[in-house]
């Protein structure tokens, strides 16, 4: 712009110095001039144009610049959510891992448990069988018809017959259960620390007697009778022994036929031990948690401090 603004007033000075200029040469002299207006204005428009792209382009860039400030900020949020997410993760698959190594725990806990159980019925049934051949080693084989001897858990029931036992609808003892009873008795002596029950039990015919109003009367009387001669003629400790009356309502059989009166017709004797005493039978009882978990800590102490 000043530089037309400089041959303007260039033009203007030949002008005016010059009188002697001829018109035609005054004439190319103003065209000039006027190219030099015209060109101005071109300029100026130009100028214009450019300032007005300028301020365009500045906006863009603004423009562009939140929209790249929104996106990190938008990065930045999910970087963060991401470093939650790993951490809740990482946390879960630790969690995870120790409930796994606790369930494994567990699971060998229970093996060993079962495994100690297997053992002691295994035991428990070896006790069953040598007690069984020992309680009936000294009966005959016609005793044994009228005696039944089972082992369950430690426990000896030895189960006879009320016609061997007693005179019909009587609780007097017969002299024929002398024998039988003797090795009875020598069987509860076998085992002095064990405790004697003797249970009676009938069949459901209705009695009545002098002195035996019912069958509750006469099963109790019948076990009265067999623990009393336990004490009084062959020597078992009476603080050991027991008796209950079981009446018509402990069946092993149906009422409705004679056999099945027969046998419920019955006395039975339960040689029972006490626990400590069975847990000694089968050596060693099962051991819990509690017992187990202070030997558990005292040997990972001691492999650690071999390490």
């Known amino acids: ?19 002697c200029v001829s018109k035609k040469e005054y004439l190319a002299v103003q065209q000039q001039l006027q190219e030099c207006r015209n060109g101005g204005m071109s300029l ?7 300032q007005i792209q300028l301020a365009e382009f500045k906006t863009k860039t603004e423009n562009l610049q939140h929209m790249l400030d929104d996106k990190n900020a938008l990065i930045k949020e999910k970087n963060e959510a991401l470093q939650i997410m790993q951490k809740t993760l990482d946390q879960s698959i630790y969690q995870g891992g120790a409930n796994i190594s606790k369930l ?7 093996n060993k448990y079962i495994q100690q ?14 007690l069984t051949n020992n309680l009936t080693r000294s009966l005959s084989r016609e005793e044994l018809k009228d005696v039944d001897i089972q082992v369950l858990k430690g426990v000896v029931y030895i189960s006879l017959n009320d016609n061997m036992l007693y005179k019909s609808g009587s609780y007097e003892i017969s002299p024929k259960a002398g024998e039988t009873l003797s090795k009875i008795a020598k069987i509860s002596t076998d085992y002095d620390d064990y405790e004697v029950l003797v249970e009676g039990n009938t069949d459901n015919v209705p009695i009545s007697r ?5 069958n509750w009367d006469l099963s ?20 050991r022994l027991s008796a209950a009356g079981r009446g018509e309502y402990n069946t092993v059989a149906d009422n409705d036929t004679p056999e099945g009166r027969a046998k419920n017709r019955r ?20 051991a819990t948690d509690e017992e187990t ?15």
């Open 104 to 110: 494994v725990d567990e699971i060998n806990s229970s």
């Open 117 to 130: 159980l297997v053992e002691a019925k295994s035991k428990s049934d070896s006790l069953n069988v040598a």
């Open 210 to 214: 002098t002195n035996i109003r019912n």
């Open 267 to 286: 006395t039975q004797i339960i040689i029972t031990p006490k626990l400590d005493q069975f847990l000694e039978l089968i050596d060693k009882a099962p």
């Open 1 to 19: 712009m000043k530089t037309i603004k400089y041959m303007m007033m260039a033009a203007v000075a030949t002008l005016a110095l010059g009188s």
């Open 44 to 50: 100026g428009k130009k100028y214009s144009d450019a």
């Open 220 to 239: 109790a009387l019948r076990a009265s009778s067999v623990v009393q001669e336990l004490q009084t003629k062959y020597g078992v400790n009476p603080s």
């Open 293 to 307: 978990a202070p030997a558990a800590e005292a040997e990972a102490a001691t492999e650690a401090t071999q390490e």
